[in-house]
């Protein structure tokens, strides 16, 4: 079955920085992959997701990139501010298969002002 | 105008009872999903239900049975509940697999607690 390896687990940035979180999937027919947000205490929330047959996709200070080939993704998150400070969760599946996600382990940022 | 609710929130209990946690999304979604999430933080999916039909189901121990009324609701009752039991319980919903619109929203989670 799938497996999604995410790194780092911890990030710490300076508020203004750029983070950038990293992920690895196995199986080759997997066709979307989001990225999700979660607060201490609260929700997953979707932030940003990307297709297979997308390379990058950009929303305001977040973008996501894919490599196919060489099955990696990335979330990109330009001037961090403080409030982006949460864990964040990458995530692989194959959208005609139930659309079942397999989840990294996810990544906790940090932003210090 | 909630989108997924989920009750209860919190759920204290003690080994050996059986349990029920309840889900309902107003979004007219077909596909509905249990995700646990442990103390590391780790999600991973239980069951997922597309129009009350049963399309995933993780390797879970067979205490865990789900239920789908109708394709509004989701509900998960767990007997015979153990200590490695104690996590959140996520429920999520999303259209149908392929439609194009692949978010799945999650519910606010019910955090379990075994004693």
């Known amino acids: 079955g799938e497996n999604v390896e995410q790194h780092p687990s911890t990030l710490s940035v300076q508020e203004g920085d750029s983070a950038v979180i990293k992920c690895t999937y196995s199986?080759?027919?997997?066709?979307?992959f989001p990225w999700y947000k979660q607060e201490l205490g609260k929700r997953p929330q979707l932030i940003i997701d990307?297709?297979?047959?997308?390379g990058e996709k950009k929303d305001q200070r977040i973008a996501v990139t894919l490599n196919k080939t060489a099955k990696h993704f990335s979330l990109h998150i330009t001037e961090t501010q403080p409030e982006d400070s949460a864990v964040y969760f990458c995530a692989a599946s194959i959208r005609e298969y139930g659309n079942k996600l397999v989840f990294g382990a996810g990544t906790i940022l940090r932003v210090k002002s | 105008d909630t989108a997924v609710s989920q009750t209860p929130k919190y759920l204290v209990t003690q080994m050996g009872n059986d349990k029920s946690i309840k889900c309902e999304q107003n979004l007219g979604h077909d596909t509905m999903y249990w995700y646990k999430q442990d103390s590391k933080k780790f999600l991973k999916i239980m069951f997922s239900y597309n129009n009350k039909e049963l399309i995933i189901n993780e390797t879970v121990p067979n205490r865990f049975s789900p239920k789908s009324p109708d394709k509004a609701h989701l509900n998960l009752h767990i007997n015979s509940l153990e200590l490695g039991d104690s996590a959140v319980y996520f429920c999520a919903s999303s259209l149908v697999p392929g439609t194009g619109i692949d978010e799945q929203y999650f519910g606010p989670g019910t955090r379990l607690t075994v004693t």
């Open positions: 990307i297709r297979s047959n997308v």
């Open positions: 199986d080759s027919a997997s066709n979307y």
